[in-house]
């Protein structure tokens, strides 16, 4: 799913260590304002490896691809929005294939071999 919108809060970084495998984790969160006639404030994080793919700060607008997930924890649900992509709007995030090679006319043309009079054929 997506959404576009501005961020608005960067909330502290957060980290630990799993109880269960005893890996380190890390997670930012963040709440984005949409642009809409009736504005909505949405809280999302990025987990992982992704919270330091991410950094966003207050005021970038940005289009963010994210998942919901839901769980259990002692008969009451909990919902978060987890992302997975955030692209800042008027940013090219892919490189353009091909646009850092040259272009052929700028390349000058290779050193003159010198002439050693030797008796190879080619």
Same mark, same amino acid.
Do not use: C
């Given at each position: 799913?997506?959404?576009?919108?501005?961020?608005?809060?960067?909330?502290?970084?957060?980290? #630990?260590?799993?109880?269960?495998?005893?890996?380190?984790?890390?997670?930012?969160?963040?709440?984005?304002?949409?642009?809409?006639?009736?504005?909505?404030?949405?809280? $999302? /994080? $990025? $987990?992982?490896?992704?919270?330091?793919?991410?950094?966003?700060?207050?005021?970038?607008?940005?289009?963010?691809?994210?998942?919901?997930?839901?769980?259990?924890?002692?008969?009451?649900?909990?919902?978060?929005?987890?992302?997975?992509?955030?692209?800042?709007? #008027?940013?090219?995030?892919?490189?353009?294939?091909?646009? /850092?090679?040259?272009?052929?006319?700028?390349?000058?043309?290779?050193?003159?071999?010198?002439?050693?009079?030797?008796?190879?054929? $080619?």
């Amino acid at each position: 799913m997506e959404i576009k919108g501005k961020v608005i809060l960067a909330l502290p970084e957060q980290s #630990g260590e799993s109880k269960t495998s005893g890996k380190a984790w890390k997670k930012r969160e963040y709440v984005l304002e949409t642009q809409d006639s009736f504005p909505k404030k949405v809280h $999302f /994080d $990025f $987990f992982g490896d992704r919270a330091d793919q991410y950094i966003l700060t207050p005021g970038d607008e940005i289009t963010l691809s994210f998942d919901i997930e839901s769980r259990e924890y002692n008969g009451r649900w909990y919902t978060s929005i987890r992302g997975w992509k955030a692209e800042k709007v #008027g940013s090219a995030t892919t490189p353009v294939p091909g646009s /850092d090679i040259p272009p052929m006319d700028n390349i000058p043309p290779p050193p003159a071999a010198p002439n050693d009079n030797d008796d190879l054929p $080619f």
